[in-house]
């Protein structure tokens, strides 16, 4: 189940193009381009003549013309030409989504179109300060429900095990998490005192010596999370530490975009507070970063086959608080839409 009364991801801003593009999103097929102004427009990806998809048709200036009969739309998805000369059907139009360019991304609208409201887009403060620096990577494919991966994003303890080599430490097997429930989702956290920090990040943190460490790990509804990061010298973390004109931040970025029930695409940058304009070390950082995605894609491709398959139930333990919270809270804004979809369709 999806929560659909909210914005996705359903591409980087480079990926639409004036040539006509598929892509899935909540298991529906929608077909991107752009108009000759540049705006992005989103299709419901079917001809309702034989429901070949338009994204096998030709664009035709600010129209899509399907390539089996040559029935043509506009880009509100009506219906401007027919063959046969007659009345073109009431019938003959396709679904438009709302969609809205931010960050570098392209956010759609599932739901009620008519709720769609751009300022409801996650905010990213630093995004665009010149004192911050930048690293994304492609878009990755998952072979998970994107629920697992939220799952990730609300665990900081998987790192010790799942990421030896660039986000591990030994504090991050065993130092207590906080839970904290928030009207936009959930917030898993923990310092971590006076300890070396991790391989990553020891590459990059402008200081000596060992660090005071700051685990925010929040996912918001539907699939939006923000990963934070912050290495302080050791004596100067903490919830009310001074913090140190040396700390380090990075904010981590990343949204989950359900495909099916069994496929994620996921979209992810990170923005640090050292080294803007540090090409080189935005290149090492992308590269380290996606090769701990890996790791992440590796284990939770496996974890969607166990839980598929399993002969016996899976268990909980102490450290999957936030996550359960998280999907139950999930789930009963499913429900709630859904009886309100029920109501208005009665």
């Known amino acids: 189940m999806f929560l659909r009364n909210a914005w996705y991801v359903a591409a980087w801003s480079s990926e639409v193009t004036r040539d006509l593009k598929q892509i899935k999103v909540l298991n529906e097929k929608i077909c991107v381009f752009r108009t000759e102004e540049d705006e ?39 219906c401007v030409w027919a063959p046969g000369g007659g009345r073109i059907p009431s019938a003959a139009k396709v679904r438009p989504y709302p969609v809205h360019e931010k960050y570098g991304l392209v956010w759609i609208w599932m739901g009620n179109a008519a709720m769609a409201d751009p300022e409801e887009i996650i905010d990213i403060p630093n995004f665009d300060s010149p004192e911050w620096g930048i690293n994304s990577g492609d878009a990755m494919e998952l072979q998970c429900n994107y629920l697992l991966m939220c799952d990730n994003l609300l665990d900081p303890s998987h790192v010790a095990w799942v990421h030896e080599s660039s986000f591990a430490a030994p504090a991050t097997k065993d130092t207590p998490l906080r839970v904290t429930k928030t009207e936009t989702g959930i917030i898993v956290h923990r310092w971590m005192m006076d300890h070396e920090p991790a391989p990553f990040y020891k590459k990059v943190v402008e200081f000596e010596g060992n660090c005071d460490r700051l685990q925010h790990y929040e996912v918001r509804y539907p699939s939006h999370a923000l990963i934070r990061a912050v290495f302080t010298p050791a004596g100067t973390g903490g919830p009310d530490g001074p913090l140190h004109e040396k700390t380090f931040v990075m904010d981590s970025y990343n949204f989950m975009t359900p495909v099916t029930e069994t496929e994620t695409r996921y979209y992810w940058f990170q923005l640090r507070n050292v080294r803007p304009d540090d090409e080189k070390l935005s290149r090492m950082m992308a590269e380290d970063v996606r090769h701990a995605f890996e790791e992440d894609r590796a284990v939770l491709h496996e974890v969607q086959i166990g839980m598929t398959n399993k002969q016996s139930p899976h268990i909980d333990l102490s450290i999957d608080a936030g996550q359960l919270r998280f999907r139950r809270q999930l789930e009963a804004m499913i429900a709630e839409e859904q009886m309100v979809d029920a109501k208005m369709d009665a």
Request: net charge positive; glycine share 12%; hydrophobic share 30%.
């Open 40 to 78: 992005v427009i989103a299709l419901e990806d079917a001809c309702p003549h034989r429901k070949l998809p338009l994204s096998k048709g030709r664009i035709k200036g600010n129209t899509v013309e399907c390539g089996y009969h040559g029935l043509t739309f506009d880009c509100a998805g009506q």
